[in-house]
């Protein structure tokens, strides 16, 4: 079983994303979430998850040689969801496990597809656990994946998991964290 984390939280988006985003927005022909709110809920698997993790940032913790205290809860996100749905997805279907796509796409440009207008963005992802819990629980014994989870930037998530019984690790986790601007 893999974990593997990265937090861009220090990275912007590009001032043109920003400007196109703006752009279909005030043409009317922007996406859903600019101009009504989204009513997508996360499925069993999702809140399963989005609840241990939110159980873990109610409580201060060690993450490796760091102590951090305890953050407020993170809100479900469909962008993020469909941001780590991506990822899984080809991450399974391709089997690969890295945080980079075989064609050079990294987690700043997985949300941002997704309209995910962000301040802060980051990812964690597992491969092969077979159960939320159980890569929740590698995640928070790992450092860099603990620090992630207990980031206060981060204010919402979104996560997927992907099935490929014919890889290496059958099972493909990315969660998705941000904050948006």
């Known amino acids: 079983m893999k974990n593997s984390a990265v937090d861009s939280s220090a990275r912007r988006p590009a001032l043109g994303a920003l400007f196109r985003c703006l752009a279909l927005v005030l043409l009317g022909t922007g996406p859903a979430w600019a101009s009504e709110p989204s009513e997508c809920e996360p499925t069993e698997q999702q809140q399963a998850m989005l609840d241990l993790v939110n159980e873990a940032r109610s409580q201060a913790r060690q993450c490796g040689e760091q ?34 796509s075989p064609e050079g796409v990294g ?19 597992a491969a092969g656990q077979s159960s939320a819990a159980g890569a929740v629980k590698g995640w928070l014994e790992s450092p860099g994946h603990c620090r992630n989870i207990m980031n206060g930037a981060f204010t919402q998530m979104g996560m997927a998991k992907a099935d490929n019984p014919e890889t290496r690790y059958r099972h493909y986790w990315t969660q998705a964290l941000g904050q948006p601007r």
């Not at 953050?71 to 080809?90: E, F, G, I, R």
């Not at 949300?111 to 992802?125: H, K, L, S, T």
Request: glycine residues 6%; negative net charge; hydrophobic residues 40%.
């Open 67 to 100: 102590s951090v205290d305890a953050v407020a809860p993170l809100a479900w996100s469909c962008q993020l969801h469909d941001a780590a749905k991506a990822h899984s997805d080809d991450m399974a279907e391709n089997g690969y496990f890295s945080h980079t």
């Open 107 to 125: 987690i700043e440009q997985r949300v941002e597809d997704q309209g995910y207008v962000w301040r802060a963005v980051g990812e964690n992802i």
